[in-house]
């Protein structure tokens, strides 16, 4: 059984993988800026928690020790946060489009740099990455989106090369699942389209069961990209 750090923990897609994977019998230590939630859902699940902003690399750095000093040892860490606050380009929301690189680019950037040389000293160790359908396709409101989503699918497959032997490294690409995502959308058109496109939402647990497949793989076998999407959509 695996240490799993799960950042974004505290709802969605997050939430559903720890939950999912501690049932598996993994030991969990996880990740958000809403400690009351991370709090709640350790006490249900077990394991341990702590605030984590992503988009500081410092706070990441203390959010792997933590853990290692918890367990010993950081086998998978899943970097899930994520924000979506869409909008077309010339709505010009520059701010959410600096965010949006930030959480989702900058963010998977902290989390591999933070539990990377923890991975190469143990001799291996698994990032499961979670990308989006917008890792593969751009649609209006969701450029910058899309652009750092693409990002992680990029980085995720440069670190398998370079890493082939050392670590795996899984890009897991949800389409629409029910979270709290949408609710960050400022922009009123693209709040208005998501709320239709929404209501074919997957729940949160199938794609936990995509990141619990590739955990529990076995160590000869990389599991490098998921794609999983409502089959109402084409
Ligand atoms: P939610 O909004 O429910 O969850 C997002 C999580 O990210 C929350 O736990 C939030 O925690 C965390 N988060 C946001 N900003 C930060 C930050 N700066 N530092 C640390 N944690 C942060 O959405 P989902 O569960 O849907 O999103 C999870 C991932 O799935 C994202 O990467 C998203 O892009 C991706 N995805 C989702 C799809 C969907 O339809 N739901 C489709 C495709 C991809 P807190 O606010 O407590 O910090």
């Known amino acids: ?13 997050g939430e559903a993988t720890a939950r999912r994977l501690a049932a598996d019998g993994h030991s969990l ?3 958000a800026r809403r400690v009351d939630r991370l709090a709640k859902l350790a006490e249900e699940i077990g394991g341990g ?4 902003d992503v988009t500081d690399a410092g706070e990441v750095r203390a959010f792997v020790d ?8 950081v086998d998978v860490v899943v970097n899930n946060a994520g924000v979506m606050p869409l909008s077309p380009l010339e709505a010009l929301r520059v701010e959410e489009w600096d965010r949006m690189i930030d959480v989702n680019v900058r963010g998977v950037l902290h989390g591999i740099a933070a539990a990377l040389p923890v991975m190469r000293e143990q001799g291996g160790g698994h990032f499961v990455n979670i990308a989006s ?3 593969y396709e751009v649609s209006p409101t969701a450029a910058v989106y899309c652009a750092t ?7 995720s497959e440069g670190l398998r090369q370079e890493a ?6 899984t890009l897991v690409s949800p389409g629409v699942t029910e979270s709290e995502l949408a609710d960050g959308i400022s922009d009123p058109v693209a709040r208005e389209a998501m709320r239709t496109y929404r209501a074919l939402a997957l729940p ?4 936990a069961a995509a990141v619990a497949y590739a955990v529990g793989q076995p160590e000869g076998v990389d599991v490098n990209e998921l794609v999983v999407r409502p089959r109402a959509l084409a």
């Open 1 to 13: 059984m695996k240490v799993v750090l799960v950042t974004g923990a505290s709802s969605g897609i």
């Open 29 to 31: 230590f996880l990740g």
């Open 49 to 52: 928690y702590r605030r984590v």
């Open 66 to 73: 933590a853990a290692r000093e918890a367990y010993g040892r």
């Open 133 to 135: 359908v917008g890792a």
């Open 149 to 155: 989503k693409f990002a992680v699918r990029a980085i």
């Open 164 to 169: 082939a032997g050392g670590v795996r490294v």
């Open 204 to 207: 949160a647990d199938a794609i």
